[in-house]
T-cell receptor
Framework: GENVEQHPSTLSVQEGDSAVIKCTYS??????FPWYKQELGKRPQLIID?????GEKKDQRIAVTLNKTAKHFSLHITETQPEDSAVYFC???????????FGAGTILRVKS | DAGITQSPRYKITETGRQVTLMCHQT?????MFWYRQDLGHGLRLIYY???????DKGEVPDGYVVSRSKTENFPLTLESATRSQTSVYFC?????????????FGNGTRLTVT
C-alpha cells in the first residue's frame, strides 16, 4: 500500500524566515496531496492541497510543489509568524477509494 | 466545522472493557473514516465507510469494529480494550468525487485504557 515519509520531524525558524517541509510517497497512482495543520489539542485542518495534474499551488504565504517523477511534494511557508507554530501533516491518496495516508508530522516552532 | 461531532471528548476505561466512540455528521457526506493519532505515527486509518452498510478495513483494524446503518453515524467499538489502544481518535468525512476530496475532521476523542 501507500507509504508517506515526512521530514523533518521538528523545525524551528525565526519569525519572518521561510519554512519548508518535505514528503515522499510510494504509490505512483496517488493523485491527491493535501496538507493539514493541527494546533495543540485541536483537530487537523486542511490548509492547502494539490492534485497530480498541477505542479505548484499558492495561497498567500503558503505554497505546495509536486514532483510526480520523483514522487515528492513540499510545503513552503514564507514570512513565518508565531501563529504558524503547529504540527503539519502531509498526506497522499491511496490507490483505492477516497482514503488518505498521512506522514508522521512535523512540529514547526516559530520563534519571535 | 460543527457538521461532524464526536462523543465523548474524553474517556477512561479499563483493560478488557468494551467501549464505543460515536461520530455524527450533518453534511450527508458519503465517506466516513476513523483514524487514530499517536506520537511519531501521524494519523493511521482504522476503518472507513463509502456509504451506509459499506465498511472496509484500513491500516490498523485489529481490535476494532465499526457499523454504519445510517449515513450520518459511524460508531467505532473497541470490543476488549487494551493499553495499546490508548490514543486520540478522529472521525472524518468527505464527499466522493472523481478525484479524492479533503477530509473534514471531528474534534477527536482522547481515550485512555488503564
Amino acid at each position: 500500500g501507500e507509504n508517506v515519509e515526512q521530514h523533518p520531524s521538528t523545525l524551528s525558524v525565526q519569525e519572518g524566515d521561510s519554512a519548508v517541509i518535505k514528503c515522499t510517497y510510494s504509490d505512483s497512482a496517488s493523485n491527491y496531496f493535501p496538507w493539514y495543520k493541527q494546533e495543540l489539542g485541536k483537530r487537523p485542518q486542511l490548509i492547502i492541497d494539490i492534485r497530480s495534474n498541477v505542479g505548484e499551488k499558492k495561497d498567500q504565504r503558503i505554497a505546495v510543489t509536486l514532483n510526480k517523477t520523483a514522487k515528492h511534494f513540499s510545503l513552503h511557508i514564507t514570512e513565518t509568524q508565531p501563529e504558524d507554530s503547529a504540527v503539519y501533516f502531509c498526506a497522499a491518496s491511496s490507490r483505492y477509494g477516497n482514503k488518505l495516508v498521512f506522514g508522521a508530522g512535523t512540529i514547526l516552532r516559530v520563534k519571535s | 466545522d460543527a457538521g461532524i461531532t464526536q462523543s465523548p471528548r474524553y474517556k477512561i476505561t479499563e483493560t478488557g472493557r468494551q467501549v464505543t466512540l460515536m461520530c455524527h455528521q450533518t453534511w450527508s457526506h458519503s465517506y466516513m473514516f476513523w483514524y487514530r493519532q499517536d506520537l511519531g505515527h501521524g494519523l493511521r486509518l482504522i476503518y472507513y465507510s463509502a456509504a451506509a452498510d459499506i465498511t472496509d478495513k484500513g491500516e490498523v483494524p485489529d481490535g476494532y469494529v465499526v457499523s454504519r446503518s445510517k449515513t450520518e453515524n459511524f460508531p467505532l467499538t473497541l470490543e476488549s480494550a487494551t493499553r495499546s489502544q490508548t490514543s486520540v481518535y478522529f472521525c472524518a468525512s468527505s464527499v466522493p468525487g472523481t478525484d479524492n476530496s479533503p477530509l473534514h475532521f471531528g474534534n477527536g476523542t482522547r481515550l485512555t485504557v488503564t
